[in-house]
T-cell receptor
Framework: DAKTTQPNSMESNEEEPVHLPCNHSTISGTDYIHWYRQLPSQGPEYVIHGLTSNVNNRMASLAIAEDRKSSTLILHRATLRDAAVYYCILHGGYQKVTFGTGTKLQVIP | DTAVSQTPKYLVTQMGNDKSIKCEQNLGHDTMYWYKQDSKKFLKIMFSYNNKELIINETVPNRFSPKSPDKAHLNLHINSLELGDSAVYFC??????????????FGNGTRLTVT
C-alpha cells in the first residue's frame, strides 16, 4: 500500500484558516487522495477527495501538488467543531483503504 | 435517517463468550466493510463484502465471521472472545466496489470491552 505521512498534531486559532499537510511520495498514477476526519467517539467522516485538480466542497478545499506527491487540506475558517483527527489516505481501488495515524487538530478559542 | 447504523454501541462481555455486532446501511451501496480501531487509534480493515460476497479478509482470526444476509446488512460474529479483541469496531459502506472515486461512509462504532 502507498503510504502517507502527516504531522501528529497541529493547533489553530478559531476562525482562522488551517492547512493540514500530507506527503505521499509513493503515490501511483491511479490513486485518489481522500481525506476523512474523526471526531471524538464517532466514526470517520468523509471530507473530500481528488485525483489531480484542486477540489472544493462545503467542508473544505483540497490542494494537490503538481507532482501529486503531497496535498493539503484547507479549512477556511476553523471552528471548535473542527477539532478532530484528520486522516489523509490513498485509495488505489479494489483494495483495502488503509488509514494512518492522522493529524490531531486542536482549535483554540 | 442514519446512513450507516451499528448496534450495539457498547458491548461488555467476558472472555470466552460469543457476541455479534449488527450493521445496516440505507445508502443503497454495494460494498460494506468492517474496520477495527485499537487503543492506539490505528484503523485497520478486517473484511470487505460486495453484494453479499466476501472480497477482502485481512488475516483476521477464524473466530471472526462476517455474515451478509443482503447487500444492506453486514453483521460480525465473534466466537470465544479474547482480551485482545477489545477495540472499537466500525462498519462502513461505499457505492462502488473498489471504486477509487467512491468515499467510505462509516457508522459510529461499537466499543467492545472483553473482561
Amino acid at each position: 500500500d502507498a503510504k502517507t505521512t502527516q504531522p501528529n498534531s497541529m493547533e489553530s486559532n478559531e476562525e482562522e484558516p488551517v492547512h493540514l499537510p500530507c506527503n505521499h511520495s509513493t503515490i501511483s498514477g491511479t490513486d485518489y487522495i481522500h481525506w476523512y476526519r474523526q471526531l471524538p467517539s464517532q466514526g470517520p467522516e468523509y471530507v473530500i477527495h481528488g485525483l489531480t485538480s484542486n477540489v472544493n466542497n462545503r467542508m473544505a478545499s483540497l490542494a494537490i501538488a503538481e507532482d501529486r506527491k503531497s496535498s493539503t487540506l484547507i479549512l477556511h475558517r476553523a471552528t471548535l467543531r473542527d477539532a478532530a483527527v484528520y486522516y489523509c489516505i490513498l485509495h488505489g481501488g479494489y483494495q483495502k483503504v488503509t488509514f494512518g495515524t492522522g493529524t490531531k487538530l486542536q482549535v483554540i478559542p | 435517517d442514519t446512513a450507516v447504523s451499528q448496534t450495539p454501541k457498547y458491548l461488555v462481555t467476558q472472555m470466552g463468550n460469543d457476541k455479534s455486532i449488527k450493521c445496516e446501511q440505507n445508502l443503497g451501496h454495494d460494498t460494506m466493510y468492517w474496520y477495527k480501531q485499537d487503543s492506539k487509534k490505528f484503523l485497520k480493515i478486517m473484511f470487505s463484502y460486495n453484494n453479499k460476497e466476501l472480497i477482502i479478509n485481512e488475516t483476521v482470526p477464524n473466530r471472526f465471521s462476517p455474515k451478509s444476509p443482503d447487500k444492506a446488512h453486514l453483521n460480525l460474529h465473534i466466537n470465544s472472545l479474547e482480551l485482545g479483541d477489545s477495540a472499537v469496531y466500525f462498519c462502513a459502506s461505499s457505492q462502488v466496489q473498489g471504486g477509487r472515486n467512491s468515499p467510505l461512509h462509516f457508522g459510529n462504532g461499537t466499543r467492545l470491552t472483553v473482561t
